[in-house]
């Protein structure tokens, strides 16, 4: 079984910066792409960023330049910088992995973390 785990949420004003962390835990499992997805209310869940297979990395155009992501394969460990945040990206963030266990590949989540924006 992969479990993944995020932290680092909470309320900023606008122009401020958070920091995500995420932790994914289990056994005999191989990550194949890590990254980050957000979810505001009303909304479909959105690509903030990913590190691809291929080790290519891809932000959603509306954080280009703002935010970074970072991993380290040996704990298995991603992070998501957020630099100058605006209201409009209050929304709940998901840690996403896609991983090979068994014999299969799948998707795995995190519960969510709130990030709140406001003056």
């Known amino acids: 079984q992969v479990e993944v785990v995020e932290s680092g949420g909470g309320s900023v004003q606008p122009g401020g910066s958070l920091r995500l962390s995420c932790k994914v835990s289990g056994s005999a499992f191989n990550i194949r792409t890590r990254g980050w997805y957000r979810q505001a209310p009303g909304q479909q869940r959105e690509l903030v960023a990913i590190l691809t297979a291929d080790h290519s990395i891809k932000y959603g155009d509306s954080v280009k330049g703002r935010f970074t992501l970072s991993w380290d394969n040996g704990k298995n460990t991603h992070s998501l910088q957020m630099n100058r945040l605006q209201p409009e990206e209050t929304a709940v963030y998901y840690c996403?992995?896609?991983?090979?266990?068994?014999?299969?590949?799948?998707?795995?989540w995190g519960q969510g973390t709130q990030v709140t924006v406001s003056p």
């Open positions: 996403h992995v896609n991983a090979h266990y068994g014999l299969g590949t799948n998707d795995y």
